[in-house]
Nanobody, 120 residues
Framework: QVQLVESGGGLVQAGGSLRLTCAAS????????MGWYRQTPGKQRELVAV??????TNYADSVKGRFTISRDNAKSMFLQMNTLKPEDTAVYYC???????????????WGQGTQVTVSP
């Protein structure tokens, strides 16, 4: 089994910072692309940022210049969020494309989400 666990969410004032962590565990051969998504009630889940195994990144326009995605050589991914705005309030989810063996087939997994609330 594979698990993704997010941490680091919380309540912060506008202009503040938070750092989210996603830790992958379980039967993992390697990890392809990892990403952060967010969702607010009544809206579709949206992409925040993604990072490939080679380190290439892509960001939603709304977070460019404020958020930074990174990953380590193990099984963790991070999202440094600076200059937070009330509109960044959402549940943030970790996503990872994971190879469980050498077959070349990967599976997409989601974490349970972590709440980020930015007060005005």
């Amino acid at each position: 089994q594979v698990q993704l666990v997010e941490s680091g969410g919380g309540l912060v004032q506008a202009g503040g910072s938070l750092r989210l962590t996603c830790a992958a565990s379980g039967s993992i051969f390697s990890i392809h692309t990892m990403g952060w998504y967010r969702q607010t009630p009544g809206k579709q889940r949206e992409l925040v940022a993604v990072i490939t195994s080679s380190g290439s990144t892509n960001y939603a326009d709304s977070v460019k210049g404020r958020f930074t995605i990174s990953r380590d050589n193990a099984k963790s991914m991070f999202l440094q969020m600076n200059t937070l705005k009330p509109e960044d309030t959402a549940v943030y989810y970790c996503n990872a494309e994971i190879f469980r063996d050498r077959s070349g087939v990967y599976y997409a997994y989601w974490g349970q989400g972590t709440q980020v609330t930015v007060s005005p």
